[in-house]
């Protein structure tokens, strides 16, 4: 079983900056893409940023050049570094990752629970 554990969730003010963490725990013998994606009240959960192990990054248009994805694999962990944050950055962050049990299963996938971020005008 694989867990997110997800951390740096926070208060800013608008032009600020806040970087969340997620590491995944358990056992597994890989971990394939890990991402973010966030969830304001009222609003379907939607993908801020993915990004692969080999590094390759995707991003949501209303955050490119403001948040960077980056990831250690060797701790299986991801980051969003977000900056410039606005106040409709402000969501519930959740982590997501999908991963592998072993060398011959296919590709599960896990959540994390979620850390909210809020950004004061």
């Avoid at 990752?97 to 072993?102: D, F, L």
Wanted: glycine share 10%; net charge neutral.
């Amino acid at each position: 079983q694989v867990e997110l554990v997800e951390s740096g969730g926070g208060l800013v003010q608008a032009g600020g900056s806040l970087r969340l963490s997620c590491a995944a725990t358990g056992i597994f013998f890989s971990i394939n893409t890990m991402g973010w994606y966030r969830q304001a009240p009222g609003k379907q959960r939607e993908l801020v940023a993915v990004i692969s192990s080999a590094g390759s990054a995707n991003y949501a248009d209303s955050v490119k050049g403001r948040f960077t994805i980056s990831r250690d694999n060797a701790e299986n962990t991801v980051y969003l570094q977000m900056n410039s944050l606005k106040p409709e950055d402000s969501a519930d962050y959740y982590c997501h990752a999908t991963y592998r049990r072993q060398i011959i299963s296919g590709y599960l996938e896990v959540w994390g629970q979620g850390t909210l971020v809020s950004v004061s005008a």
